[in-house]
């Protein structure tokens, strides 16, 4: 069967997106505005942000009334759920389904390399007890009454080609997961290497269920070549769009020119609004310090203005400094 081109809409455990090009979960950054950024430059859906099952359960504020947050204008959710224990896994996924309707599918992160997440036994260190991760994935399918999917690396170690793509079909067939997120890096490597994506083919060969690839995938191209080569069902982006949610839209026919300097500074004050909006002008300011990277490298704006922008105290602050800085670029 050929494969579907991005453009066309896909169906996962019933739940419809618009397109083949979805937001990835971004640990400490996926929250609605960037969703909701993602949405507005052609994103087919978008997966939220790692919650903490156990922040959910034994309610926690802020996980409740920031995590969970969701704008009304976001397209299909899936919010990403993390933790080991299955009877909490089922209550925070109930919690979700009840206060959270906007959610149409718990995602569950079993991928995650970081250390204090791993020491827990959830994230990435899933893949070592494979037994209880079919048990979490089947808690929250069972406790919010919706589709699940499940985030997955290849390996914990470098050369662990059979941990996530054993898991995944376990996860299929005995926990009715609607679909995999498939990162064929090893935990241990990070974001670092080369994705395997022989490995990734392999999986969408061999599993009953669609497969989402995503790793490694920075630009148009990389990632129409992934694409084809694995034969997935979809692509999720994450840090290639980091500063650039054009690549959305490059990838789904909207757009094949890059944008301009008013296009990136124009979004750049979106986000900074949209963050006031969030947190608040004083806790905006410090948050938005990893937003500006990514925005300064677009526009190739230099060191300098990147170092000036995280000594920022204010968003008016950061504002002021991005327009100087064009007006002296435009006087050069």
């Given at each position: 069967m050929a494969q579907a081109p991005l453009t066309e809409p896909i169906e996962i455990g019933g739940v419809r997106f618009q397109n083949r090009v979805l937001l990835a979960p971004l640990a400490g950054i996926g929250n609605w505005f960037v969703r909701l950024q993602a949405s507005r430059h052609g994103a087919g859906g978008a997966f939220s942000e790692m919650v903490s099952s156990f922040a959910i359960h034994y309610g926690n504020e802020k996980t409740l009334t920031e995590l969970l947050r969701v704008h009304p204008d976001e397209g299909p959710l899936a919010l990403q759920l993390f933790?080991?224990?299955?009877?909490?896994?089922?209550?925070?996924a109930a919690y979700v389904a009840e206060h959270a309707p906007q959610v149409a599918i718990i995602d569950l992160n079993m991928g995650c390399p970081v250390p204090k997440v791993?020491?827990?036994?959830?994230?990435?260190?899933?893949?070592?007890?494979?037994?209880t991760a079919v048990a979490v994935a089947l808690a929250a399918r069972e406790g919010s009454g919706r589709p699940v999917t499940v985030k997955l690396r290849s390996g914990v170690a470098p050369g662990d080609k059979t941990s996530g793509f054993e898991l995944a079909h376990r996860l299929v067939e005995e926990a009715g997961v609607s679909a995999i997120t498939f990162h064929p890096r090893s935990a241990k490597v990070h974001h670092k290497g080369v994705p395997d994506y022989d490995l990734a083919a392999r999986l969408v060969e061999s599993l009953p269920a669609p497969v989402i690839l995503t790793g490694g995938l920075q630009d148009a191209a990389s990632v129409r070549r992934a694409y084809e080569h694995t034969g997935a069902a979809a692509v999720m982006l994450a840090r290639g769009s980091l500063g650039n949610p054009w690549l959305f839209e490059e990838l789904t026919g909207a757009r094949d020119e890059h944008p301009t300097t008013g296009e990136i500074v124009a979004e750049w004050e979106w986000v900074m609004d949209q963050a006031v909006t969030h947190l608040g002008p004083e806790r905006a300011a410090r948050?938005?310090?990893?937003?500006?990277?990514?925005?300064?490298?677009?526009?190739?704006a230099g060191k300098q203005l990147h170092i000036a922008l995280q000594n920022t105290e204010t968003?008016?602050?950061?504002?002021?400094?991005?327009?100087?800085?064009?007006?002296?670029?435009?006087?050069?």
């Open positions: 933790g080991q224990d299955p009877e909490v896994m089922r209550s925070a791993c020491k827990t036994g959830a994230g990435a260190a899933m893949l070592k007890d494979p037994d948050y938005l310090r990893k937003f500006h990277p990514w925005y300064v490298d677009r526009l190739a968003v008016d602050e950061a504002k002021h400094l991005i327009s100087t800085h064009l007006l002296s670029q435009a006087a050069q």
